[in-house]
């Protein structure tokens, strides 16, 4: 007993020493051992924009992490430095005493798109940013990411009117496009020129019903209507200035609510050739000289690089003077000269001439979505029957995703062998409306079904007198734009090389 009071004193005693005798010494190095107890961090992390929470955001620390509840709450020990992340949203740094409120920026906008007239969704509509670009899927809805707390955002789909829009705190966006059917003719260079049959054109548009026109930009020679500003251009002696107010033209056609169409001739370009002859394709049976057609056109290389700058470059520029739509025509080999004589930069194969003007309007495009601008590809009318590109390098269902719209010339007169149901040339020439409905027809069953990509070139000219010599006057005009109607098309074009457009047969049409 005496031994086990011995012990308790003892063990007793410099704890007294501890607690009264050698504080000062003692107690703080005893204080310094013990572990200290961590401090637990709570925050919460919510969309900027809406202040919803985010469930399934990270929170992390040099050593640990944790994830947000459903109410976007989380805690962890306490820690000077946090990074939050979380799917759809931009990550933030923050410090410790800024996590009552962590609001996170969405990097993803999306939304639907929807025809304005029934609400039915937009499937294929392009939606650009300068970041990303994307398509809307069969039920309207796009989606793609976004950086810019104040987006540009353009949208455009064949058979609508495109739509700019400048969303700010929004991550998602509900959009309704309006139906634009297109009802043109065409002003040549020539007349855009003259004064009074410039003037007599315009005046015209609105008694006939016509909401659009197409306007010579770049002829088949080459030169410019207007004064460009494109260095090469200006270099080539390519300006020749018929329209040097263009700018204040478009701006008044705008007010009146006329759409407009810059056609852009591509590779058909005596100017370019002769002063840049290794541009230009080269004919071995003369001598290596610049290929020229039965016509007098000389014509550009389709692989060279540099011929596809330069008409980019033409219609940046027709975008920045106002224009709503750019057309290229001649886009294609030359088809009148054996291809065997015909020296290009590359072997002219199938493969490479999609491919040439695959890549032509696959930089067009980058170039001007921002701008909204749509563009537009003449095709030869027999392209929406025959199968391939048949050696000039139009293929339907190759071109159809690279342009808003495809403009085949469905011209009765220029069907010299017919088609399928109506017999030979005669058939097609006597009979405008058929020729043009199978036409879309087929051209619609090619694409399965996309006919507002559709719009086709018909005639408002004669039958050529060595042919049948067939006056084409109301009855056949009405009978074609009837037929382009009633197949779907997203409008309708007329041409006449004289641009006199008083024979009638144009009908207002929603």
């Known amino acids: 007993m005496r031994r086990r009071r011995r012990r308790g004193r003892l063990w007793l005693w410099p704890l007294v020493i501890l607690t009264f005798g050698g504080v000062a010494l003692l107690v703080p190095r005893f204080v310094d051992a013990l572990p200290v107890l961590p401090q ?12 919803q929470p985010i469930s399934g955001a990270t929170v992390r620390t040099a050593t640990q992490s944790a994830t947000t509840s459903l109410e976007g709450t989380f805690s962890l020990r306490a820690d000077e430095h946090y990074r939050i992340e979380a799917e759809g949203y931009q990550p933030r740094e923050v410090s410790g005493s800024d996590l009552a409120a962590v609001a996170l920026r969405p990097a993803v ?10 609400g039915r969704p937009i499937a294929g509509a392009l939606v650009a940013t300068a970041e990303a670009t994307t398509r809307s899927n069969a039920e309207g809805i796009f989606r793609l990411p976004n950086r810019d707390p104040e987006p540009v955002v353009v949208v455009k789909a064949p058979g609508y009117a495109r739509a700019i ?4 705190r929004t991550a998602r966006l509900d959009i309704q496009l309006v139906r634009q059917p ?16 410039r003037e007599q054109l315009l005046a015209s ?11 010579d930009l770049k002829t088949e020679r080459g030169t410019l209507s207007y004064a460009s500003a494109v260095p090469l251009a200006r270099a080539i002696g390519a300006t020749s200035p018929t329209a040097p107010d263009l700018g204040s033209l478009l701006a008044r056609l705008k007010r009146q609510n006329i759409y407009t169409i810059g056609r852009i001739v591509v590779f058909r370009d005596r100017v370019l050739a002769s002063a840049r002859p290794e541009w230009a394709v080269k004919d071995l049976s ?8 039965r016509d007098g056109g000389q014509w550009l290389d389709p692989f060279r690089r540099e011929v596809w700058e330069y008409h980019a470059a033409l219609a940046e520029e027709a975008a920045a003077l106002g224009f709503d739509e750019v057309q290229f025509d001649y886009l294609r080999f030359p088809i009148d000269g054996s291809g065997e004589h015909l020296q290009y930069s590359q072997p002219s194969t199938a493969e490479h001439r999609r491919a040439a003007l695959q890549g032509f309007l696959t930089l067009v495009a980058e170039r001007t979505r921002m701008s909204g601008l749509f563009v537009a590809v003449d095709l030869f009318g027999y392209v929406v029957w025959n199968s391939g590109e048949l050696g000039y390098g139009q293929d339907l269902e190759h071109l159809a995703p690279l342009v808003d719209y495809l403009s085949p010339t469905l011209y009765p007169s220029t069907f010299g062998g017919g088609i399928p149901g109506l017999g030979d040339r005669n058939g097609a020439i006597m009979n405008p409306y058929e020729l043009v409905r199978r036409s879309l027809e087929e051209a619609k069953r090619r694409l399965k079904g996309d006919a507002l990509k559709l719009r086709p070139w018909l005639q408002y000219f004669d039958d050529y007198p060595y042919q049948t010599g067939k006056r084409y006057e109301a009855p056949e005009i009405t009978a074609q734009l009837r037929a382009a109607v009633e197949a779907g098309a997203s409008g309708w074009m007329f041409w006449d090389p004289t641009n006199l457009y008083a024979r009638g047969g144009f009908e207002r049409r929603p």
């Open 182 to 197: 297109v009802r043109a003719v065409y002003m040549s260079a020539a007349t855009l020129a003259y004064d009074s049959g």
């Open 205 to 215: 548009l609105a008694p006939n019903g016509l909401n659009a026109i197409v306007i």
């Open 40 to 51: 637990t961090a709570r925050g919460r992390v919510i969309d900027e924009y809406t202040g």
């Open 165 to 168: 829009l400048r969303p700010t």
């Open 286 to 293: 003369r001598g290596g000289a610049i290929f020229t057609d």
């Open 109 to 118: 906008l999306a939304g639907g798109i929807v025809d304005a007239s029934d």
